[in-house]
Nanobody, 114 residues
Framework: VQLQASGGGLVQAGGSLRLSCAAS????????AGWYRQAPGKQRDLVAS???????TYADSVQGRFTISRDSVKNTVYLQMNNLEPADTAVYYC?????????WGQGTLVTVSS
């Protein structure tokens, strides 16, 4: 299983970006798929996740600004990020869980300037 993340970049505060995570397999094989981020010197934290049944979870800091979704035809999980803040600057990773295995995509850097 491979996860390919894309969509990061440089944006001004208040702007928007959409991250994409394309899976090499059917995304419904994963019990959980999500986006995580890691800022310099900090641990990797969950940003948003979606379960196989469609249950959504968001970090408090992004609630109301970020939206996670998926496209079962394209086998892709998206993270729409609106009203970005400098505190959102981090490397964003997509991750997915199948049985007891965790899979990770490469990171994509999001930089929000003030």
């Amino acid at each position: 299983v491979q996860l390919q993340a894309s969509g990061g970049g440089l944006v001004q505060a208040g702007g928007s970006l959409r991250l994409s995570c394309a899976a090499s397999s059917n995304i419904f094989m994963f019990s959980l798929a999500g986006w995580y981020r890691q800022a310099p010197g900090k641990q990797r934290d969950l940003v948003a996740s979606i379960t196989r049944s469609g249950t959504l979870t968001y970090a408090d800091s992004v609630q109301g600004r970020f939206t996670i979704s998926r496209d079962s035809v394209k086998n892709t999980v998206y993270l729409q990020m609106n009203n970005l803040e400098p505190a959102d600057t981090a490397v964003y990773y997509c991750g997915a869980t199948w049985q007891r295995f965790d899979f990770w995509g490469q990171g994509t850097l999001v930089t929000v300037s003030s």
